[in-house]
């Protein structure tokens, strides 16, 4: 978690990274100037794109803990998600009975 934060804080802001200014610093002094509006012209559409997909990984590895945490967001009586993943669907399988 700790490893996606700052990557994302660095695709995020020139300051959020030590390699984004070390970056901007050599750009600038060979003539390429990078200011806070260039660099964020990528950086936001990345940085939201990201943030999309790890949410989504991150959804399907621990829905479980995430619907206990914050109901409204898990399963509701009746309702079931519409995407079962291969590696889980043995998991919500029915026992056979005896």
Wanted: no cysteine; net charge positive; glycine share 8%.
């Amino acid at each position: 978690m700790l490893a996606l934060a700052s990557t994302l804080a660095g695709n995020l802001l020139i300051v959020g990274s030590i390699a984004n200014i070390i970056v901007v610093d050599a750009a600038g002094r060979r003539g390429v100037h990078i200011d806070w509006k260039r660099h964020a012209r990528t950086g936001v559409p990345v940085t939201l794109a990201t943030m999309a997909i790890s949410w989504t990984y991150l959804w399907f590895r621990d829905r479980d803990r995430i619907a206990a945490a914050w109901p409204w967001l898990g399963e509701r009586p009746g309702v079931r998600f519409p995407f079962v993943p291969p590696w889980d669907r043995q998991r919500l399988a029915v026992a056979p009975e005896r």
